[in-house]
C-alpha cells in the first residue's frame, strides 16, 4: 500500500453559491512538510478545514489515511490550529489541556500537560486562565493542544500569526521534529522566507485552483516572490 | 462525554455566570408574578404550577443560549468536533449539562416559589421533585438540539426561543397538569405522565441520533 495520508480528488467547495474552491486535486504522502501560499481569499482555510473534517466537500472526495474523514479514529490521528486556538479563555492552560487529553483518551496527563507547555515555552503559565494571555502566548498555547495527541498529520493554517521571532524559531524547531519523525504537515502562510525554509513541497493556490505546485529543490525567496506574482496573474487572465 | 461535562462543570465554577443568571431570572419572574397576582389566585394549583414552569422555561432558555455560547468563543466547538467523539457523544455531554445545572437551579428556586405561593405542606409533595425533573430532561433534550442550530445564526437570541417555544408546547401542557394535579394532593393524571414521559425517551434518542446532521457546518 502506498504512503499517501491525503488523497484530494477534484474537491469543490461552496458557501451560498459561492465557490471557494474548484476541483482541488493533490496527494500528500508520509513524511511531507507542505506549504500553501495564496492571497486572501484564495481557499487556503477551506482546503485545510476540508482536510481537518471540520467541513464537508460540495463535490469530490477526499481520504485521509486511505480512510473516510469522518471516522473517528481517523480524526483521532490529525492535529488542526486554524485561526482560532479552539481553547476556552477562562480556562487554565492545565485545565484545557486536561479536557483535550482526557477527550482523546491520553495517559499520565499530568506529565504530558508539563511536557507541552514547556515544549511551547509556557512553563509557568500553566494555572492563569488563556483569557489574560496575549495573541502571541495563545497561539503557542494552540499549538501545543494541537500537537498534544501526538498526530500524524498536523493541519496548521498561518500558524506564524502573532508570533515573535523566538515563537516563529520555536515553530521551525516543532516543525524540524516533526518532519524527522515522519510526521505529515500542512500550513498555510503569507511569510515565503518561513515558508520556504520548512517546506518539502509548496502549493500556491488562487480562486480556488492550485496553479503552481514544485517539491525537492525549492526556489529561492526571490524567485518564488516572481513565480507567484506570475501564476497568480495568469491565473486571473484566464478567470477573466 | 465526562471529558466534556467535566470542561462544563469547569467553566461553571470557574465564572459562575451561568447558574448565578438563571437563579436570579428565575426568582425574578417568580416575585413578579407573586405581586401581579391576588392570593385567591396564586393559591390555585393550576396557577402555581403554570408558574414553576414559566420560570423553568425562561431560564432554561438563557441556560440553553449559554451552554452554547462558550463554545462559540474562539471557535472551541470545532475544537469539540475535532475530537474522536461521535456528535451523539457531544450532544448527550451537553444535554447532561443542561440537565445538571437546571436542576441545580430549580433545587434552590422551585421551594421558594412553594413559599412564595403558600402552597399546603402534603405528602404529595414528596413526588415533585420527579415531575420537575422529567420535564427538566424533556427540556434539555429539545432545548440542546434546537440551541446547537440557533448558535450558529445571527438573530440566535430570538431564534432558540420562537423554534422552541412551539414545540414544547405538549411537554409544559403535561409537566402543568402533572405538577398542578400534585399541588392539589390530587390523583395523578397518568396520561400526561406518560406524555412527560414518552416526549422525554422520543427527544433523548432524537437528539443523539440527528445531532451530527445539526453540527455540520
Redesign the interface.
Known sequence: MNNWVIEAERLSKTFAWMPVLSGVSCRIGRGEIVGIFGHNGAGKTTLLRLFATLLRPSAGTLKLFHHDPRDAQVRRRVGFLGHDSFLYPDLTPVENLTFYGRAYGLPQLAARIDAALERVGLQGWGHIPVRAFSRGMEQRLGLARALFHDPDLLLLDEPDTGLDPQGTALLRVILAQARSQGKTVVFTTHDPAFGLAVCTRVLILHGGVIVWQASGNLPSVETFGDIYARSTQSASRMEH | M???L??DI??EL??KERMASLFVLALLIVLVFVFALSPERLRSPDVSAALLWVALVFAGMLSLQRAFL?EQ????F?????????AGTVFLAKFAGNVLFLTLVQVLVTPLTLVFLEVQLSWSLLVLPLVVLLGIIGFSAMGTLFAAMAVRTRAREVLLPVLLLPLLTPLLIAAVKVTSAVLAGAAWPGVWLRVLLAFDVLFVITGWLIFSQVV??
Do not use: I
Open positions: 465526562w471529558a466534556l467535566w470542561k469547569r467553566l470557574r465564572t462558550v468563543e474562539r471557535g472551541c470545532s475544537g469539540v468536533l475535532l475530537c474522536p467523539f461521535d455540520q457546518e
